[in-house]
Structures are given as structure tokens and as C-alpha cells.
């Protein structure tokens, strides 16, 4: 085996363990291999170890191999920060976007979807742990965002999406994980679209999972360092 197929099952098991430690279905977590800085070679092995859903984070990078590797049927989720000049490839490449903070942004993927393409799934990037340095919207503003996007034809709202402050103690990384999850839980009751929660990387699937997460997304343990 190579050693990113290794590496993906030593992650399908740390994904499987934690569910069953929290009485969690194994099912009920999915998991996103971020292919960022790796070529579509290491793409092609995870692929044929049985993983089908990859997530980038820089438009260009993420199309190049979407096109290199179109006779695939793997499914694309940009994770990445969004500017206006770049939504027109998202909307035409990519099935999923993690990572909606403004309804200018939302308006324009919207717009700029192919009308012979399936509605793009949407998830509202949250900024938990109220991070300058980090993107996002507060939980107060969901609900704002949440309705204008569920009003877009060409858009799906699938649910919530967050990257937690690095430098945090296990009780803040749990407290936000935690609060994440009653935000997306609320935003369930309201819009029957929503089933996923997109939170944990390679350090932090695990309390991710304890606290609802639906979808890991995992780079460096399964592809490992980058290094550019
Ligand atoms: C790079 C990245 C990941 C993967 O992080 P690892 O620590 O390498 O698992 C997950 N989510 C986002 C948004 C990223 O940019």
C-alpha cells in the first residue's frame, strides 16, 4: 500500500473510534481529504484507495486538478477564502463551499452557476472563537445570512462550517466545538437542508467528533506536510 492509503485508514480509524466513543454512528461523519499543495498524483492514490470527496482551499491550484482529473467521479469542496473575482471557477468547478461570510459573495455563486449544473452546496463559514485573524461570521449574524442564502435558487444551505482559534486550551477549543454545534442544531430546526457541520482537522477530529461534527477535514495526516 502507499503510504497516503495508510494514512487514510489510520484517519478512517481515529474517525470510527471517536463515534463510538461518543455512541456516535460511524456513518454520520464524513470525511474530506484537503488535497491543498499535494498534486494530482496524490490525489489519484487516495482515489484508489476508495476516497471520494477532496477539498481545497486556492481556486486556481483546485481547478487545474478538477480538470486534470474530470474522468473521476470525485465530488470538490472549496475551503478556502473567497474573493468576488474568483466565484465564477468556484460556481463552475466545484460542488461544495465551505466558506460563505457575505451575501455579496453568496449572490454572486449563485448567479454564476451553471444553470445545467446542480445547486451548489453552501455551508456559512462561523468564526467561533471571535478571531481577528480568522474569517467568518459571528453566530448572531447566521440567521441573516442563513435566510438570504436559502432564498438563491442555485444554492443549497447544507449547514455551518469552522476553524477554531490555534492557540486554545482543550476546555476553549470544547467550549467553541460545543457552541458550534447548538448553532447548527438551531439553524436544523429552521431549514431541512442543513445536515452538515463541517469542523476538525488533523489535530482535533477527535473532540471535534465528541461535540456533532459531521465532516472532518483532514490534510496533513493524510497527505503530510506541506511544504510550500
Ligand atoms: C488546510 C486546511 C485544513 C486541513 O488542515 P490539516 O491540519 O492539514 O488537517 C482544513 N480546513 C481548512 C479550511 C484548511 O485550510
Keep these: 500500500m502507499t503510504s497516503i492509503a495508510t494514512q487514510i485508514d489510520t484517519v478512517v480509524a481515529r474517525i470510527r473510534s471517536s463515534c463510538i466513543q461518543s455512541n456516535r454512528n460511524p456513518e454520520g461523519v464524513k470525511l474530506l481529504a484537503v488535497s491543498k499543495r499535494f498534486n494530482s498524483d496524490a490525489v489519484e492514490q487516495a482515489f484508489a484507495h476508495g476516497q471520494r470527496a477532496f477539498g481545497e482551499n486556492y481556486v ?12 473521476l467521479p470525485i465530488e470538490w469542496h472549496f475551503i478556502g477564502p473567497i474573493q468576488s473575482n474568483k466565484t465564477k471557477d468556484i460556481s463552475h468547478h ?53 435566510q438570504f442564502i436559502d432564498q438563491q435558487p442555485n444554492l443549497i444551505l447544507r449547514g455551518l462550517m469552522t476553524i477554531p482559534a490555534a492557540e486554545q486550551t482543550e476546555a476553549e477549543l470544547n467550549n467553541d466545538f460545543l457552541t458550534m454545534y447548538s448553532a447548527f442544531t438551531q439553524l436544523q430546526q429552521q431549514y431541512a437542508t442543513c445536515d452538515t457541520l463541517s469542523m476538525g482537522m ?8 465528541a461535540n456533532g461534527s459531521t465532516l472532518v477535514r483532514v490534510g496533513t495526516a493524510i497527505f503530510g506536510q506541506r511544504t510550500n
Design 60 to 71: 486556481q491550484e483546485g481547478v487545474e486538478k478538477i480538470q486534470a482529473l474530470s474522468a
Design 94 to 146: 466545484f460542488s461544495w463551499v465551505h466558506t460563505v461570510e457575505r451575501q455579496k459573495i453568496a449572490q454572486r455563486l449563485n448567479d454564476q452557476r451553471p444553470s445545467d449544473m446542480p445547486p451548489l452546496n453552501v455551508l456559512l463559514q462561523v468564526n467561533i472563537s471571535n478571531d481577528p485573524a480568522k474569517s467568518g461570521i459571528l453566530v448572531e449574524q447566521i440567521n441573516e445570512l442563513a
Design 202 to 209: 488533523s489535530g482535533d477530529l477527535e473532540q471535534a467528533i
